[in-house]
């Protein structure tokens, strides 16, 4: 599983690598065909900012070798917004005194019409609040079948679930899942994830095993830029993917890497990335893998 990997790693230490990488480093890791994790943190780390455009003009030969010149959108539907969780950065928070809203099958059948009449969109995201009661496996396996007639490719972003119910999900219709693990920090995790099932780090972080043991085909990762030391994160997730990749290699991957915003709740970002050091993750992603997928979301 890979924590045990992840635990290798000391959060402290990781941080001090990237952030004593040297020019040298950069126009290392730029020149090499084949870039290792040590490579990734020099394109990360702020002695790669002033490579920004050979970066750039890298990244874009392989993005066009790999995908030619298109982009992909998805559609995101919420069909529940409750939650049992208490994350703090979030306004789905089950303490936020919020309307709470469970769709119905009927009411998610409407939202499919109305959305297919905006044009040929395909790919459809459901997401929820985990709340594995109100809206367990059960429920997103019937939205996965309402869903089914009207897009081509069904994306989860939901509670992290057993191996077994990712295959019998599978089963349903479903193509891929997204699952957030915020931060990889261990220390500071529970700071943001209190209470809740969220709260059980291991059990987060190894769901990508579980989703990899299930053969759900594409498996979506993200870290959340606003709770810790951003360098320090999207490298823990480069290290989450080279592991994925490794493991489970017929599944397709993608990682997103969303700029918080505010919410409800009052909470407010602890670091903020640049649109330049978004950039520069960007670039670095797709240099370290050619062939993963990059997405962009808000938050």
């Not at 529970?190 to 780090?201: D, E, L, R, T």
């Not at 670091?271 to 330049?276: F, G, T, Y």
Request: hydrophobic share 35%; aromatic share 12%.
């Amino acid at each position: 599983m890979f924590s045990e990997e992840l635990a290798k790693y000391d959060w402290e230490e990781t941080t001090a690598r990237i952030l004593s990488k040297t020019a040298a480093d950069v126009e290392r890791a730029l020149s090499t065909a084949h870039p290792t994790l040590d490579d990734f943190m020099a394109l990360v780390s702020p002695a790669a900012a002033p490579y920004l455009e050979p970066m750039a003009q890298l990244s874009r030969r392989y993005t066009q070798e790999r995908f030619g010149k298109t982009v992909s959108m998805y559609i995101p539907m919420y069909i529940t917004n409750s939650c049992t969780n208490s994350c703090v950065y979030c306004g789905f928070n089950r303490h936020n005194a919020i309307p709470r809203v469970i769709l119905t099958a009927e009411q998610i059948e409407e939202e499919c019409r109305a959305i297919r009449e905006l044009g040929p969109f395909e790919n459809l995201l459901l997401v929820t609040g985990e709340n594995p009661r109100a809206a367990g496996v059960d429920y997103i396996e019937q939205a996965l079948h309402t869903c089914r007639p009207y897009f081509n490719n069904l994306t989860i972003e939901v509670m992290p679930l057993a191996a077994e119910e990712y295959e019998r999900l599978t089963h349903a219709g479903l193509n891929g899942v997204v699952c957030f693990q915020e931060t990889y920090n261990r220390k500071n995790y529970n700071i943001y994830h209190p209470a809740g099932m969220k709260s059980k780090f291991e059990w987060r972080v190894n769901g990508f095993d579980r989703m990899g043991q299930a053969g759900v085909h594409k498996i979506g990762m993200g870290v959340l830029i606003g709770l810790e030391e951003w360098r320090t994160d999207v490298t823990m997730m480069a290290l989450h993917l080279q592991y994925l990749r490794r493991h489970y290699w017929k599944t397709r991957y993608s990682v997103n890497f969303p700029r918080m915003r505010p919410s409800e709740g009052h909470f407010q970002p602890n670091v903020v990335m640049s649109d330049r050091e978004l950039a520069q993750v960007t670039f670095a992603f797709r240099i370290f893998d050619h062939d993963v997928d990059i997405s962009y979301s808000t938050r």
